[in-house]
């Protein structure tokens, strides 16, 4: 299975910038997708990292291009938030809305101008939800304590306007805020941020994102997914599809049957 992950901005686009200047988005949203590339690799998982140097400048565009040219399974673009007041903190994490569907930051009753249109992005709808649920669900568990959870949103930002493939961006923290900074300043604290998204990711690859059932990766026991886990409650406007409308993942005969394994050890049904 293929992972495109996507460190947000590069080169001269250092993203947001710490209060005191010695922290940019860049350097961080890097550090963390190398540190996600690794713990996939290690599991079998084929990565690809749309920059790989921080002088590296990648147009918007291009990042949603090179995944498509690469024949991805999903698109993980990775980034760090800032507000002026300081005050903001938590985990953010964005699907693409459906056609017809408003953006979260959408406000007042007539709609968006662009909600109706239907982009590339609009055709992975179920898959991108549940790609963005699946890793939110897992990276707020990992980093709890460290920061806070400001809910699963929606965007049509072009990197999953564009995406050919399943795609989530995820906002990892703000660098305004000094309790997320010091977190992420610290090589422990991308590694729990890392590990959240890996677990996540391997949730969508192999079907196991059903609330209760532990994060699983290719080299799991086939039991391992009975395990129970703290669940999230969603907050209402940005929760995912029911139960009843999930829908199981395409997948190689050998996820199939994997992911198969894993509900019945849980007592589930892959229906």
Not at 76 to 89: C, F, R
Not at 139 to 147: D, K, P, S
Request: proline share 6%; aromatic share 4%; hydrophobic share 40%.
């Amino acid at each position: 299975m293929r992972v495109c992950l996507d460190p947000g901005h590069g080169g001269m686009d250092s993203g947001a910038v710490s209060r005191d200047g010695k922290t940019n988005e860049k350097s961080l949203a890097l550090d963390i997708a190398k540190n996600v590339a690794a713990k996939l690799r290690a599991d079998g998982f084929d990565v690809m990292l749309t920059r790989t140097g921080n002088d590296a400048a990648v147009e918007l565009a291009d990042r949603a291009a090179k995944a498509k040219r690469w024949h991805a399974d999903m698109f993980v673009s990775i980034h760090l938030n800032s507000e002026k007041g300081g005050k903001a903190g938590g985990i953010e994490t964005y699907a693409m809305p459906a056609q017809g569907m408003q953006s979260t930051s959408h406000s007042g009753t007539a709609p968006a101008p662009d909600s109706k249109r239907r982009f590339p992005g609009n055709a992975n709808d179920d898959g991108n939800m549940q790609l963005a649920f699946c890793i939110h669900r897992r990276l707020v568990n990992a980093v709890r304590g460290n920061t806070g959870d400001r809910g699963l949103r929606r965007a049509r930002w072009v990197v999953l306007r564009e995406a050919a493939m399943p795609a989530a961006l995820v906002e990892c923290g703000f660098v305004s805020s000094s309790k997320d900074l010091a977190f992420l300043r610290s090589a422990s604290g991308r590694e729990t941020v890392a590990r959240g998204i890996y677990e996540g990711i391997c949730d969508f690859a192999f079907g196991t994102m059903a609330p209760g059932l532990a994060p699983r990766s290719p080299k799991s026991a086939p039991d391992a997914a009975a395990v129970p886990v703290p669940t999230l409650a969603m907050p209402p406007l940005e929760s995912v599809q029911r139960p009843e409308d999930e829908r199981p993942l395409d997948a190689s005969p050998a996820v199939v049957a994997a992911r198969e394994a894993a509900l019945k050890a849980a007592g589930l049904t892959a229906e």
